[in-house]
């Protein structure tokens, strides 16, 4: 971050904005990528690229964050919400095949915990009536599809780094697309609707307002910061998904009294993103929440589903029945997670949770 400040260039697309576009090519191979000031903000870069319109359907989980469906509904998108899988919050892609009409524009994955949805699936229906396919892959650094990193799959796809999530600067997001017709149209929408970059590149010799778009850069400092986190991805990744895999090992007893723990899908990958218990009831978690609070644990539960959101219902007359995204509402609990946890602090955690349930 001294770098940033000594080279001057503390607005976007500076040295070290570049330096992180480039780490997810050399690392991922994608080739256009773009920083943003958060994931909302490169979703609402692919609504716009996408050419969402009034009354046009996207289809998309209920069990997600609103960022995911906000970034459509700003563009007048009919929101079309469906169900998780049973035995995983991704969304079920027999449910997404149901709903797709001619109407469908695009549909939006999340990769819920960086595991991957089953995109051969998705692509599949989505080109049946040339939809989009924009994946959501906010939790899904370093996770991957058949060997394939997620991000990459889609037509577009969007990245956060927000301080919850595996690498981080803050606030902060990325957008990559999967052709450089979108890449050149997104980095318009970035700049304000200008074609500055194209002018900074010395393509044209001035810039003007040629198309809708907004600020979508983050600072320079904030990529410094970025950097800084990608060049620890490694490290940090192997952290993670080592006290992921010792709670799994050491909570195993629960699922012999009712609880479930997370699971990673067939052709999916874990990035150790979260580490989940779905409880034996709605109430169960909220035992469980304050049981845990009184050891000085901090054990926190995921999404209410969209489809019954206040915002959702002024909207529409009816809702769907989506009951494995209520339960996911009712009963997921997250444990916590992060690099950098001590030996001692995960057995704190992993007694207290056995000792609620009465297995020490
Ligand atoms: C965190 C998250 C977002 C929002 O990311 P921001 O960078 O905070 O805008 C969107 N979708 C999902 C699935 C997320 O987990």
Redesign the pocket.
């Given at each position: 971050m001294e770098e940033a400040m000594q080279i001057g260039h503390t607005s976007g697309d500076g040295a070290f904005t570049k330096k992180c576009q480039e780490f997810f090519r050399s690392k991922f191979g994608m080739a256009n990528t773009l920083l943003t000031t958060?994931?909302?903000?490169a979703?609402e870069m692919c609504a716009i690229l996408a050419e969402i319109e009034p009354e046009d359907e996207v289809i998309m989980p209920s069990y997600?964050?609103s960022?995911?469906a906000n970034a459509f509904a700003l563009r007048g998108a009919r929101i079309i919400f469906v169900d998780s899988l049973k035995e995983h919050p991704n969304m079920d892609p027999s449910a997404v095949e149901a709903a797709i009409t001619d109407r469908t524009k695009a549909i939006v994955v999340?990769h819920y915990g960086g595991v991957a949805c089953d995109m051969d699936r998705i692509m599949a229906a989505a080109s049946s009536v040339d939809a989009m396919v924009i994946e959501?892959a906010?939790?899904a650094i370093d996770a991957y599809y058949k060997g394939k990193p997620l991000g990459s799959i889609g037509h577009m796809a969007a990245f956060?780094?927000?301080g919850?999530?595996n690498i981080s600067c803050g606030?902060?997001?990325l957008f990559v697309a999967n052709s450089k017709e979108l890449y050149k149209k997104a980095e318009i929408i970035r700049e304000k609707g200008t074609n500055r970059n194209e002018f900074f590149r010395g393509e044209v010799d001035k810039y003007g307002w040629i198309g809708v778009g907004s600020s979508y850069l983050p600072s320079d400092l904030l990529a410094a910061f970025l950097l800084a986190q990608l060049e620890s991805l490694s490290v940090i990744q192997r952290q993670r998904i080592l006290l992921w895999e010792q709670y799994h090992l050491k909570l195993s007893s629960l699922q012999n009294i009712g609880f479930s723990l997370p699971m990673i899908l067939e052709d999916g990958t874990n990035n150790g993103h979260v580490f989940y218990l779905i409880c034996r009831s709605m109430q169960d978690r909220i035992d469980m929440i304050s049981f845990l609070m009184q050891k000085g644990v901090k054990a926190v539960f995921h999404y209410l589903p969209l489809h019954k959101s206040p915002y959702h219902l002024s909207q529409v007359e009816e809702v769907p029945l989506l009951v494995n995204a209520e339960l996911y509402g009712e009963r997921l609990l997250r444990l916590p997670l992060f690099a950098g946890m001590t030996d001692d602090e995960h057995d704190l955690i992993c007694n207290s949770v056995l000792e609620y349930c009465g297995l020490v």
């Open positions: 958060s994931a909302t903000h979703l997600t964050f960022s995911t999340v959501d906010a939790q956060s780094f927000h919850t999530k606030e902060g997001g």
